[in-house]
């Protein structure tokens, strides 16, 4: 039973390129919670979806980045026209419910804005 | 008033010795304060969490102590051993994905 698979691992962009970071929830979890990590610092909540919904994103910045959680596939963070300072680590975690349910997270995708 | 503040930023104990991290909050409506443990290149992993109606709990080596007048909880790993080291945070929310994370704490064990 795989756990929450994150995709790529690493991923360098130069800056004004898109990067797309994939993940796939746990077997049988429909919510996805999407978060940031940067150097030193604790997790920042961005974004949580269910299937198809999304239903918080009150972390995401306004601009050039969006998320999705499709009815088949893994859910997408798309982040536009990349700067340095979106270098960090982002990760994702699932849950088999919504709130009050534990979440597992994925190893995370590092991305490097060069 | 939506802070997490989390002492001390790196702590060294020896092997067999007490691990305490330490947490304090604002905002009195956070009812859910977990903690996490992460490794090097992974996610973190929840350890364990507390809520506001007990002052303590206790799983195997790991105890929350939860101080809901003075909004502070804190983390003791009793016995502590190398495979212990890692990095920890604590967190603060009223879900269990809105999460309010402290900075972290690096705890080295050594042998």
């Known amino acids: 039973n795989a756990g929450v698979m994150q995709n790529p691992r690493h991923l360098v962009r130069r800056r004004g390129q898109e990067a797309r970071l994939r993940c796939s929830p746990m077997k049988g979890h429909s919510h996805v919670y999407w978060y940031r990590q940067l150097p030193e610092e604790g997790l920042k909540f961005m974004v949580y979806l269910q299937k198809e919904n999304i239903i918080d994103e009150s972390g995401m910045p306004k601009e050039r980045f969006s998320a999705e959680f499709p009815k088949e596939g893994p859910s997408i963070l798309r982040i536009q026209q990349v700067v340095r300072g979106d270098s960090a680590a982002y990760f994702c975690?699932?849950?088999?419910?919504?709130?009050?349910?534990?979440?597992?997270f994925g190893q995370g995708t590092r991305l490097t804005v060069v | 008033q939506q802070q997490v503040k989390q002492s001390p930023q790196s702590l060294i104990v020896q092997k067999g010795g007490i691990s305490i991290i330490n947490c304090a909050y604002e905002n009195t409506a956070f009812d859910y304060f977990p903690w996490y443990q992460q490794f090097p290149g992974k996610g973190p992993a929840l350890l364990i969490a507390?809520?506001?109606d007990v002052s303590e709990k206790k799983e195997g080596r790991f105890t929350i102590s939860f101080n809901k007048s003075a909004k502070q909880f804190s983390l003791h790993i009793m016995d502590s051993q190398p495979g212990d080291s890692a990095t920890y945070f604590c967190a603060a929310s009223n879900s269990n994905y809105q999460l309010i994370w402290g900075a972290g704490t690096k705890l080295i064990i050594k042998p």
């Open positions: 975690a699932s849950s088999a419910q919504g709130e009050n349910t534990e979440a597992f």
């Open positions: 507390i809520r506001p």
